[in-house]
């Protein structure tokens, strides 16, 4: 049995109705993502908290900011 290989047209017709099936299947994207701030970002990620402790890098007590 001879085996024949997809023809250019045939080929472009098969990824063109995948790339279809993929857009028309697709989640929806995320509605009214807000955008984090880069400075909110950096903070997340650094760990820093606005209602931690702070030590004074003078040798003061404590302090809340």
């Not at 279809?20 to 997340?44: I, K, M, N, Q």
């Amino acid at each position: 049995m001879a085996r024949k290989t997809a023809t250019g047209d045939e080929a472009a017709a098969v990824a063109a109705a995948i790339q279809r099936f993929v857009v028309e299947t697709a989640a929806p994207a995320a509605a009214g993502a807000e955008r984090v701030s880069p400075w909110r970002r950096a903070a997340l990620l650094e760990g820093v908290s606005a209602k931690g402790a702070v030590h004074d890098p003078e040798g003061g007590d404590r302090w809340l900011s």
